[in-house]
């Protein structure tokens, strides 16, 4: 098993950041891949971004160029840097690590309103 722990949503305003962190803990095998996903109301899940421990990338177009995902292996720790924020991007984020098999976090509530 892997435990996910997630952190740093809230209410921020458009144009605004925010940071997410998610720790991994528990039987951590590499390789591995963890990232963040989102759902917003209504709509179904998709991926935001994801890092592998070798450092391959991926980003949506949505998303690219505004945030930076980063993670620290040491720690078995992923950033998800969000900046120049939208109404758009307000959903539910979700912690992913995918290694002999997945898992996903609880989820943090992340709102972009005026």
């Known amino acids: 098993q892997v435990q996910l722990v997630e952190s740093g949503g809230g209410l921020v305003h458009p144009g605004g950041s925010l940071r997410l962190s998610c720790a991994a803990s528990?039987?951590?095998?590499?390789?591995?891949?963890m990232g963040w996903y989102r759902q917003a109301p209504g709509k179904e899940r998709e991926l935001v971004s994801t890092?592998?421990?070798?450092?391959?990338?991926t980003y949506a177009d949505s998303v690219r160029g505004r945030f930076t995902i980063s993670r620290d292996n040491a720690k078995n720790t992923v950033y998800l840097q969000m900046n120049t924020l939208k109404a758009e991007d307000t959903a539910v984020y979700y912690c992913?690590?995918?290694?002999?098999?997945?898992?996903w976090g609880q989820g943090t509530q992340v709102t972009v309103s005026s």
């Open positions: 992913r690590w995918i290694g002999l098999k997945s898992y």
């Open positions: 528990g039987d951590i095998s590499r390789p591995n891949t």
């Open positions: 890092k592998a421990d070798n450092g391959y990338t």
